[in-house]
């Protein structure tokens, strides 16, 4: 799995935030406050990225690859903040068999309903964020 960055613009509405992104237009998501946007964004930029792998659609080039494409007119938007937001591309899924206490499934499971993802993308997120930790040097 590959992780490739992607531009994304986002503007502080009367009633929310929003973003929308360059490299894939059309993907648009919104949030009460910027740290929901952000937690939206990079679920609607995952979940973009995934319907186009499935698709066989190729995927825009990574931002560090291409600094400069695809543009965008800043006179588009409203005071607009300029993020950059990481996301896995690439690599099969592999089927396991996982073992865990059943409070911790269910707690699981009802995340997951309210996320509107599966068990296995629950799981491969903290497993992401368990390694970026530990590359971070802030595992313990």
Known sequence: MATRHYLGIAEHLPE???ISFPAFPGTVTTGGNFAEL???ARDALASVVAAMEADGVPIPESFDAA???PAYDPADYHDPRIVLLSVEVGGRSVRI???MDDGLLARLDSLAGRAHASRSAL???GARMLLAAEAAGLSG
């Open 123 to 125: 799981l491969a997120r």
């Open 97 to 99: 068999n996982v073992t």
């Open 16 to 18: 929310n935030w929003s």
């Open 38 to 40: 952000m937690a939206n």
């Open 67 to 69: 600094p400069d494409s």
